[in-house]
């Protein structure tokens, strides 16, 4: 147990570092473009193509991020009235109901790939593939988190532990 959480801990590790690296590019490239349309006064074309996709693939993989931080919004009134024991298994309904969803983008986002592997990008010429499976990546990572955090929920649930932060 302690070997997949380290190893899950290093994924969302590669997964930071990613998003930091992808946002000092995009800013790179936004200022780049400001200066080339405002100085220079030419426009790069395939600036803010690249920008898009970049913040793409920052939301995706900063959501898995949120996802493994349980710093996702959660609405707590109603959980917090609850006894401990049913508060935990409410905890691992939730749990469950997000990895369904993450499991359907998982699937759509392979059948996205699939439908636009053979599509380039009109500005930059590469395949839609690379910006769209931010949708598969990041429903992947979300669904290995919130599965992890479903797992030790339930064997708290069963051990008789209190309840972790949902």
Known sequence: MSFLRKMLDRVNSLAEYAVCALLAVMVVVVFLQV???FVIRSSLPWSEELARYLMVW???LGAS???KRKSHIGVEAVVALLPDRL?????VLVN???CVFFAFMIHYGRVILRVVGFQLSPAMEISMAVPYSAVFA???LMFVHCFFQMFEQILDALSGKAVRSA
């Open 35 to 37: 200066i080339f349309r």
């Open 58 to 60: 920052i939301v995706f």
């Open 65 to 67: 991020i949120g996802v």
């Open 87 to 91: 508060r935990l298994w409410t905890a």
């Open 96 to 98: 469950a109901s997000c």
């Open 138 to 140: 990041g429903g992947a």
